[in-house]
């Protein structure tokens, strides 16, 4: 792409400390995110997805490497550019109960934004883009003045994404926004956020351990195993032509509706246990799982590097 990144995460690492025992959640994790894009990070719980995303848009401190946003580094904006910051990139997280005050009423919820960064100039205005903000996002005016344990689950969601426009954001992260809801409910949202995207003109980090869901909406996926990005490519790439062993158990997981082609496909079933952060083995990380591990597996960790044109993986496979 020749267009500038809104994000660029450069060897990026986040670590938690307890007592002597470091966790490298996110271990060296590079990648770029282009306007209008949408990139899906996928793995396992545990694999550092969620921490990766905090800590690109700068809700965790970072422990090692550099994110730019626009170019500026987003662990040191202070000012006028950090209050512009905090405005164009708003994040939609997996519980919306959690994140809504339920002693707030929509009204107040929706329009904190406009308050903090002084968007409206009365009262009166206040009131029209609120109504504007919940049409945008399916929400009946009517509910206005009710309290966010009036609402079900797939409505608080779309009150957090209402929220999250009124400031008029150019990013969102997006942290497993579907997992909490009823399925019934789920495509609404991935539906809503998709339509956003073109009518707003924004650009996702879509965290999640939904493969199907990812898929569905993303450009490129990035596949994390233990803080560390193992492959990476265009959607569809990654799921017709997956490159890592960890990646093709992941996709041969997924169900397939067609009952015939279910019934024929070969699920690979992933044994052994997902080493912990805090203990990392020598070599690949997912060497105690794979099916195609040699002792060179064992001893050198393998790195990062481009197996097709804008496809990367890190496997010994593709590098003999
Ligand atoms: Fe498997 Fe070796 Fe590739 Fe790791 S480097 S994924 S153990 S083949």
Request: proline share 5%.
């Amino acid at each position: 792409m020749n267009q500038q990144p809104l994000f660029q995460v450069k060897d990026l690492k986040k670590y938690f400390q307890s007592g002597k025992v470091v966790t490298k959640a996110v271990d060296g994790v590079t990648f770029d995110i282009y306007p209008g894009e949408v990139v899906g990070v996928v793995g396992e719980s545990g694999c550092g997805k969620t921490t990766c995303g905090r800590t690109v848009i700068g809700l965790y401190d970072k422990d090692g490497g550099e994110v730019l946003y626009k170019g500026k580094d987003v662990h040191r904006l202070r000012g006028a550019e950090y209050s512009a910051y905090c405005r164009e990139v708003q994040t939609i997280f997996q519980d919306p109960y959690a994140s809504l005050d339920s002693r707030n009423d929509v009204c107040t919820l929706i329009a904190e934004g406009l308050d903090i960064h002084k968007l409206v100039s009365s009262k009166a205005e206040r009131l029209e883009k609120v109504k504007e903000l919940m049409a945008k996002v399916g929400l009946h005016a009517s509910g206005l003045h009710r309290y966010p344990h009036e609402f079900s689950g797939g409505m608080r969601q779309r009150i957090g994404i209402a929220r999250a426009l009124a400031v008029d954001p150019k990013f969102l992260l997006c942290d497993e926004p579907i997992s909490a809801l009823d399925v019934s409910i789920q495509a609404q949202i991935i539906n809503l956020l998709m339509d956003l995207r073109e009518t707003e003109g924004l650009t996702y980090l879509m965290i999640s351990h939904d493969l199907s869901m990812v898929k569905h909406v993303s450009d490129r996926i990035i596949v994390m195993y233990l803080g560390k990005i193992v492959e990476s490519c265009p959607a569809e790439e990654l799921y017709e032509q997956p490159a890592h062993p960890y990646t093709k158990a992941l996709i041969s997981a997924i169900p397939i509706a067609d009952p015939e082609v279910e019934r024929s496909r070969q699920r690979i079933i992933l044994t052994g246990q997902v080493p912990s952060p805090s203990n990392k083995p020598k070599g690949c990380a997912f060497a105690g799982r794979c099916q195609y591990v040699t002792e060179r597996c064992r001893q050198e960790e393998p790195e990062l590097r481009e197996v097709a044109p804008g496809h990367l993986a890190a496997c010994h496979l593709y590098n003999r």
